[in-house]
């Protein structure tokens, strides 16, 4: 779905964390914490962000390689897709009405 992003102008980005001037986002479901603590650095410094880091005891450590379709094993991407083909075929097909809209 990233390359969806195109339709609205962005460029697709498999950054945790993206910067663009005065606008940061995240991606992906744990990115979430990786953009909480970027931003808390950007508002109130790297050692805030380190301590609270430290308070959650935040230090990824995913047990398999290939968290990403870059990173995914051949097989396991394929039983993927497959699984997801009618799901995102419905997703693909309402951004897109979306992005006709603006």
Known sequence: MRDSL????AIPSSARVERDGNV????GVTAGIDFALTL???????ETAQ?????????????????TPELAPTGILARVEETMADSL????ALVAQIAARR
Do not use: D, K, V, W
């Open 6 to 9: 195109t339709l609205f102008g």
């Open 24 to 27: 940061i986002t995240g991606g």
């Open 40 to 46: 808390i650095a950007e508002l109130h410094g790297e």
């Open 51 to 67: 301590m609270i880091q430290l308070y959650l005891e935040y230090a990824p450590a995913p047990p398999f390689l290939g968290g």
């Open 89 to 92: 075929q419905q997703r693909r």
